[in-house]
């Protein structure tokens, strides 16, 4: 299903079993694969690879040139910058344990998250920076680092 209040850009791939809410923008040359969902006013940069079974939950912003992989969940409220590779089953979230939205994961240009990664709600990932798969982000990464682990820890700053 896709809205008629959606803006989808030239040149827009689009798979089967695709559901496309009111208020999404898609840029040019995306390519959203099968059983994606976009809900309401997420905006998607051009020349983005949605691949299979990815959702938002809405009012999230993912650049230019993104890569979000297979089973990748955006909360509500996240931000995904420019160049930045979203590896497969990356969860985020944007409630605190009072079930209270506080905002979803803020993530800078150029960065990569690994395979299973958890994004905590309101936490900032700087420019270029890195999570190992399987880490548990539970607050701010500055850029140019490489963090890993449960809960995810500084291993390497990148020069």
């Known amino acids: 299903m896709i809205s008629s209040k959606a803006t989808i850009g030239r040149n827009v791939e689009i798979g089967n079993y695709v559901v496309i809410e009111d208020g999404v923008v898609i840029g040019d040359g995306t390519v959203i694969k099968n059983f994606v969902e976009l809900r309401q006013n997420t905006i998607v940069g051009e020349n983005c690879y949605i691949d299979s079974r990815v959702s938002t939950s809405g009012n999230c912003k993912i650049g230019n040139n993104v890569t979000l992989r297979y089973d990748t969940i955006i909360a509500r409220g996240c931000e995904i910058g420019d160049n930045t590779y979203v590896c497969p089953r990356v969860m985020t979230n944007n409630l605190d344990t009072g079930?209270?939205?506080?905002?979803?994961?803020?993530?800078?240009?150029?960065?990569?998250?690994?395979?299973?990664?958890?994004?905590?709600?309101?936490?900032?990932?700087?420019?270029?920076?890195?999570?190992?798969?399987?880490?548990?982000?539970?607050?701010?990464?500055?850029?140019?680092?490489i963090w890993i682990g449960t809960p995810a820890k500084l291993y390497k700053k990148i020069e």
């Open 99 to 145: 079930k209270e939205q506080i905002g979803g994961a803020k993530v800078g240009k150029n960065c990569f998250i690994g395979t299973n990664t958890v994004l905590q709600h309101g936490i900032t990932i700087g420019e270029n920076s890195v999570t190992g798969s399987m880490s548990f982000v539970t607050k701010d990464i500055p850029a140019n680092e």
